[in-house]
C-alpha cells in the first residue's frame, strides 16, 4: 500500500513507519554497548534524530516517548541526556519504566510516536 | 507548530499533546503516594480525566491504556478501580504489566491514547 | 459516538478499537498457556490476525508492535515464530522487553497498532 511508508526495513523489521502523518519507530538503543548510561543514551538519541529527519519529522513534533532503562539507577543520568535534547516549550510526553531487553548491556531503549 | 498542542508543559515533558484529532497523555501516576493501590489509582484516574477534560477529550473516547504496576498482587484492587472507572460500552483497550517505575512508592503508572 | 469503533467488547475492555484509519487492538496473548513459546506465540499472532480482519485490516498494515515476554530466554523461539508471521518488505515497527504479566504463566503478549 503507498499509504504506508517503511524506513530502513531489514528482515525482521521497519525501524520506521510514516502513515496519514504519523511517524512509529522501532525501539532504538545505541550501537555500542559498552558505554554508560549518558553514552547511550546520546547514541540512542542520535538515531532517533536521524529516523526523524528520515522520515520529515523532527524531535520538536515528538508526541509521545516510552523510555525502557536496564537500571532505574541511571535515571538521573538519563535525563540528563534528555534535558538537553528536548527543545524548551516543545516537548513530548513520556514515560519511563525499569524493564529488561534482551541484551543485558543494553541501558536505555528508546520508543518514539511523532507527528510528521 | 500551531498543529501540536501541548498540555501543562515543564521543562522536562508535556503532560498532554494533541494533534490531529489523537490525544496522547504522559504516564500518569497518583501525587500522594502514600496510599494503597486502590487509592493510587482514583487518583491517577483523576488526573486523566482532567487531562482529557483539557484536550477536548472525555474517558468514553479513549483509544488504549497501558497499566504499569509495581507490584502484580495489586492486580485485583486496579480493577476495583478501573471497572468503577470505564463507562459500560464504551471501554477502551488495555494491556496491563508489572515493571518498576521511578519511584518505588508508584503503584500504578497509567499510559493513555484518546481520541479529541 | 460513531467515530469509533470497539470490537469484542466486554465488561471491562474493547479487545480492538477502530478510530480514525487507526486500529488498537488490547495486549493479546494465548488462550491454552500450557504451552511453550512458540504454541504461544503462534495463538496470540492469530488472535491478532483475526482482530485486524475484524478491524478490516491485516499483518501488511501493523504500524508497531510491543512485545513482552515473560523470560527473555524465550526471545530466540519467539522470534521463529515473529518471522514466519510478518510477510517480508511489509514488517512493522517493534520493541521488545522483559516484563511480568498478571498469569506468570503467560510468555508473550503482544500490543499492535495498525492501519485499517
Redesign the interface.
Known sequence: ?T??Q?ID?N???????V????V????QTANDLSGDIRQQAREAFAKVDDMLAQAGSDK??V??V?I?LGD?AD?DGF?EV??GW?V???????????????DPRVRV?L?V?A?Q
Chains 1, 2, 3 share one sequence.
Not at 512509529?24 to 525501539?27: M, S
Open positions: 500500500m499509504d504506508i517503511r526495513q528482515q525482521r523489521r521497519s525501524r520506521g513507519i502513515h496519514n502523518g504519523l512509529f519507530l522501532a525501539g520538536t513534533r508526541l509521545s516510552t525502557w532505574m535515571y535525563n534528555w534535558d528536548i524548551k516549550g516543545e516537548s513530548p510526553t513520556r514515560a519511563c519504566a525499569k524493564v529488561a531487553m534482551h531503549e520508543i510516536t507527528a
